[in-house]
């Protein structure tokens, strides 16, 4: 249920259709929940290792980006004002992003032999992901042309 938000902020952000910004009375975002119930009824074809395999792939890919972001403000925004700050400078940064990274990394060497029907579970992982970045691009550009004109 906490992943219904998602489609619900980037529907209000202009990312995707209006249509998943719908709530219930009670705050709930229908349209969302929909669709996030029929793409998890989707997966139920899948063992679990492969939805395991997938999650890896995908939240590690997220958490690795986030540590990714972390350095890059450190270098071109040092003087951000930030409610936490991690202490060490660009070597702080670095090394509280290093060993998650490189444990998230072996994961998926570790997970390499798992299939998605005829594909590699960490190929298809990696279409679902690249596909992610191609809609948001996709839509980002639908939004600046909308509020452009």
Sequence with gaps: MSYTRLPYAMAEDGLLPKV???RLSNGAPWVSILVCASAWALALNFTFERLITMDLVLYGLSLILEFVALIVLRIREPHLPRPFKV??????AIAVGLGPTLL???AIYAARDEKVGVMPALLF???VAAGG???YLIA???AFA???S
């Design 20 to 22: 998943f910004t719908r």
């Design 87 to 92: 202490p060490g400078g660009m070597l702080g």
């Design 104 to 106: 998230i990394l072996y």
């Design 125 to 127: 992982a990696t279409i």
């Design 133 to 135: 970045a191609i809609l």
């Design 140 to 142: 980002r550009a639908a």
């Design 146 to 148: 909308r509020s452009s």
